[in-house]
T-cell receptor, first 115, second 109 residues
Framework: TAGITQAPTSQILAAGRSMTLRCTQD?????MYWYRQDLGLGLRLIHY???????GKGEVPDGYSVSRANTDDFPLTLASAVPSQTSVYFC??????????????FGPGTRLTVL | GQNIDQPTEMTATEGAIVQINCTYQ??????LFWYQQHAGEAPTFLSY??LDGLEEKGRFSSFLSRSKGYSYLLLKELQMKDSASYLC??????????WGAGTKLIIKP
């Protein structure tokens, strides 16, 4: 199985432009997450979804939006990119977080540079 | 506030043992995770502790003391492929993971 995939692998984006980062999982996990990873900082949660049709804000949601129309897909949209959004973005999924240890599985990441 | 502390970088010798510490202060506790992340790759799950004590999995072990807000990851018989960053994460009262910045482990021959 593919597990969890992300697209694109990397992207250079002009400031002010919009972009959608795609994430798809085939593990039928209820929960999905978007993180950003910056040098010297831990993974920071942007948005999450505990089940299809619901989303929630994480630690750093400003400038980002998400949707969860179905179980498999969880796209992240930057409406108007700014240089501070330059980062590596990881999508992850897990079974319902309140049940058992249910580790998160990560996609390969998208390296985004905003100029 | 919520805080996860771990050393920034550690160096060890191939074949030796290394212990990576993690201390945490979080709003609630619903388990502690260790992940491994090789440079340029995604994090991958290593271990999970929710009760006090030691969990052993091959060359890797993880320890938890909830009263001290402390965990460590023990790596034995180090191999060059163990060169990676090791991330400590705590699941808080909202069942979200709070992540440390990671410890970069350098293995020397």
């Amino acid at each position: 199985t593919a597990g969890i995939t992300q697209a694109p692998t990397s992207q250079i984006l002009a400031a002010g432009r919009s972009m959608t980062l795609r994430c798809t999982q085939d593990m039928r996990h209820n929960a999905m997450y978007w993180y950003r990873q910056d040098l010297g900082l831990g993974l920071r949660l942007i948005h999450y979804s505990n089940t299809a049709g619901t989303t929630g804000k994480g630690e750093v949601p400003d400038g980002y939006s998400v949707s969860r129309a179905n179980t498999d897909d969880f796209p992240l949209t930057l409406a108007s990119a700014v240089p501070s959004q330059t980062s590596v973005y990881f999508c992850a999924s897990s079974d319902s977080p309140g049940q058992g240890h249910n580790e998160q599985f990560f996609g390969p990441g998208t390296r985004l540079t905003v100029l | 506030g919520q805080n996860i502390d771990q050393p920034t970088e550690m160096t060890a010798t191939e074949g030796a043992i290394v212990q990576i510490n993690c201390t945490y202060q979080t709003s609630g506790f619903n388990g502690l995770f260790w992940y491994q992340q090789h440079a340029g790759e995604a994090p991958t799950f290593l271990s999970y502790n929710v009760l006090d004590g030691l969990e052993e999995k091959g060359r890797f072990s993880s320890f938890l003391s909830r009263s001290k807000g402390y965990s460590y990851l023990l790596l034995k018989e180090l191999q060059m492929k163990d060169s990676a960053s090791y991330l400590c994460a705590v699941r808080d009262s909202n069942y979200q993971l709070i992540w440390g910045a990671g410890t970069k482990l350098i293995i020397k021959p």
